[in-house]
């Protein structure tokens, strides 16, 4: 077959990543302050966007003085056209509705107009500057590389918030297992946990077991020592002679045991940067309805609300000549209507997502965090019919305020076990917590091992293999069947 060049027509669709689709994605994945910084940068830049509340209130003087403004509703012609079919092909349900306003505002001389930055735009120096960390985000990053469960998770997120600046745990387990709906050993068992992570004395409730936890990882905490722990107030007061009699030792002794006190750190968490001081706010409330239904609704306070100055824009293409002053004009236009476009989607697209979450799991809501039901990506895009991709966007830095407190939206995504009789599949975490249940149940006599757990668990109806159960089981971190046979024997 003889090689020829030739034409050729075809006709095809394709979905073209432009910048402002690339924004509106972006737009997605970013928290409540993020997205306040980027509207704050975009209406810096953009003279034709203004915030509402600064536009809203000479709005009735305008429309009493009948003023008439020529706008037009299609500044950017066929690329417009084109931007509202992208993000209508990503959001089917999206509004080609713009809210404008007619708000006075002082003409400017566009022929000096441009897009550059000068010196004054560039940072200050203190904002190029690397900032320490803060304990809590220091024990928050330990938290998520520990292994843990969701429920657990959630725990510790809860425990987290109670450490003052010292490093010291000022909560209580009680209040906390009330608020999330589980028991109080399971928030002691997650405070345990994390009473091994760094610095050594961390989520301590009080100077002794601060002191104690120290000495135990330094191998110095015998008898004489556990003494002189219980006897910090003597110390205090320099009652020498009543501390050897309390601990059983001689002065010489003593004043080892001192120099050993002293070594030790007593506030582990001051080592720590302060950090920027910042309260998440949510971007979404849950509150019980008198039927009891779950209402959800947005946060209003976090959304920005902006408008395009329709009269700006109508006074400023009048007095436009040149071609470089109309493209900037069109361009500024077309930015703003497409970001205010992308706002509002943001926000459909983050209510719609809460409501799926919480339709999925209404046993949260009413018993507490061992109800969790598995979920994943998946079943929530399927639900609202949206990609997987965007709903990951949507729950990431994204948070959710409850009557059992405030989560991250991605925090109810929890991994499913099938089930061995073809039933309804068991949560991870259910699943965890049976493998804890009867690890904590076994007698020395009788000590499981993974292949008997996997027995057992077949038993209730869990499909699961060894290695699943042996990976659980770290992630608990319980020891081996062999490890706790040979602790059990001593």
């Given amino acids: 077959m003889a090689m020829t060049p030739r034409l050729e027509m075809r006709q095809g669709q394709s979905l073209v990543m432009t910048p402002q689709l690339q924004q509106a994605i972006k737009l997605l994945q970013l928290s409540n302050m993020e997205l306040a910084e980027f509207v704050d940068a975009e209406v810096e830049r953009n003279p034709l966007l203004e915030r ?31 931007l509202d079919a992208d993000i209508e092909s990503l959001h089917p349900d999206l509004s080609g509705a713009d809210r404008l306003d007619a708000g006075a505002a002082p003409l400017q001389d566009w ?14 120096i203190e904002d190029t500057l690397t900032r320490d960390i803060s304990l809590h985000e220091h024990l928050d990053a330990q938290l998520s590389a520990a ?28 209040e906390v297992a009330m608020t999330l709906g589980c028991e109080e050993s399971d928030v002691v068992r997650v405070l345990e946990t994390m009473k091994g992570f760094e610095p050594v004395g961390v989520m301590a409730r009080d100077l002794a077991e601060c002191l104690t936890m120290q000495l135990k990882d330094r191998g110095r905490f015998d008898p004489a020592m556990a003494a002189l722990v219980q006897h910090l107030d003597l110390l205090a007061k320099r009652q020498f002679e009543r501390l050897e009699v309390a601990c059983g030792v001689d002065r010489e002794d003593l004043e080892d045991m001192i120099a050993e006190i002293r070594a030790l750190t007593p506030k582990p968490g001051a080592g720590f940067g302060a950090g920027v001081t910042q309260t998440v706010a949510p971007d979404v409330y849950v509150r019980a309805a008198p039927d009891g239904a779950w209402v959800v609704e947005l946060n209003s ?22 071609d470089q002053e109309k493209q900037f004009v069109t361009e500024c236009a077309s930015n703003a209507s497409w970001l205010i476009k992308s706002l509002d989607q943001r926000a459909r697209t983050i209510l719609k997502v809460a409501r799926e979450i919480v339709r999925q799991q209404d046993g949260f809501f009413v018993h507490g965090v061992q109800h969790l039901r598995p979920l994943n990506l998946k079943t929530v895009a399927a639900a609202i019919e949206m990609h997987e991709s965007t709903v990951s966007r949507v729950t990431t830095n994204k948070y959710i305020a409850t009557p059992r407190g405030m989560f991250e939206l991605k925090y109810f995504f929890t991994a499913a076990i099938q089930s061995a009789d073809g039933g309804e599949a068991h949560s991870a975490e259910a699943v965890r917590h049976r493998i804890r249940s009867l690890i904590d149940g076994e007698t020395p006599e009788e000590i499981l091992s993974d292949d008997r757990i996997v027995e057992i668990l077949r038993e209730m109806g869990v499909d699961i293999a060894r290695r699943t159960v042996a990976k659980y089981r770290e992630s608990l971190r319980i020891p081996s069947s062999v490890e706790r046979k040979r602790r059990s024997s001593r």
């Fill in 52 to 82: 509402e509340d600064g536009a809203v209130d000479d709005a009735p003087e305008r429309e009493a003085a009948g003023e008439d403004i020529a706008f037009d509703d299609n500044p950017g012609g066929a690329a417009e056209a084109s």
């Fill in 111 to 124: 022929s000096q107009a441009g897009t550059g930055k000068g010196y004054d735009d560039l940072p200050e």
């Fill in 147 to 174: 292994g843990v469960t969701p429920v657990q998770r959630m725990i510790g997120a809860a425990l987290i918030d109670g450490v003052d600046e010292w490093g010291y745990f000022r909560g209580d387990t009680l």
């Fill in 301 to 322: 306070d976090t959304l920005p609300r902006l408008l395009m100055n329709a009269r700006y824009y109508a006074e400023i293409s009048a007095v436009a000549k040149k």
